[in-house]
């Protein structure tokens, strides 16, 4: 009798992914035998990249990673992993104030959905870097300081953004119907 494969779920807005996130990546695929990185859709949050815009960049940033496929999805990050039937989330963390919101988020989902967490601790060098604050410094700053945060293709994504935006990142509500 054969064991089911591992299937982790890495799901996240990644808007936009940046060297944290690939970190988790790389180092949480070994944990399974197919690594999926589901892009989502967080209504309180502000959107720079559109879902397919973030879908190729993901997708070109892990390409040479044979075990790790990239898919957008909508609605419940539960229902998701039911539906790909995920073995486990996998959570990057990055401090203290992560291991609260996530430690509740992973003890919610095993009593709805019965689905274990995995937690990554990120590399020390992206333990202070988050999407919302790459946006801030984006939209007020220099993009080019952000080259050690985020890889160099989406360092160039932004740059265009910004250009083609008139010099501002253009943040955009959605509402979760289309993407």
Known sequence: ?????????????????????????????DLFDTLVVAIGHNPGKSEVFSLEERRIMIGALVADLDNVRVEPYHGLTVDFARMIKATAILRGLRNVTDLNYEFQL??????????????????????????????????????????????????????NKKRDS??????????????
Do not use: C
């Open 1 to 29: 009798m054969s064991q089911a494969p591992k299937i982790g779920l890495f799901p996240g807005t990644f808007d936009p992914i940046t060297n944290g996130h690939l970190d988790v990546i790389r180092r949480g695929r």
């Open 106 to 159: 992973a003890l919610t989902n095993r009593a709805i959905a019965d689905i274990e967490t995995v937690f990554i601790m990120t590399g020390e060098q992206y333990a202070f870097t988050s999407s919302t604050l790459i946006k801030q410094i984006a939209t007020g700053g220099d993009i080019d300081s952000l080259r050690r945060l985020l890889p160099p293709l989406v360092l160039e994504q932004l740059k």
């Open 166 to 179: 008139g010099g501002q990142i253009p943040w955009r509500h959605t509402d979760g119907l289309k993407d």
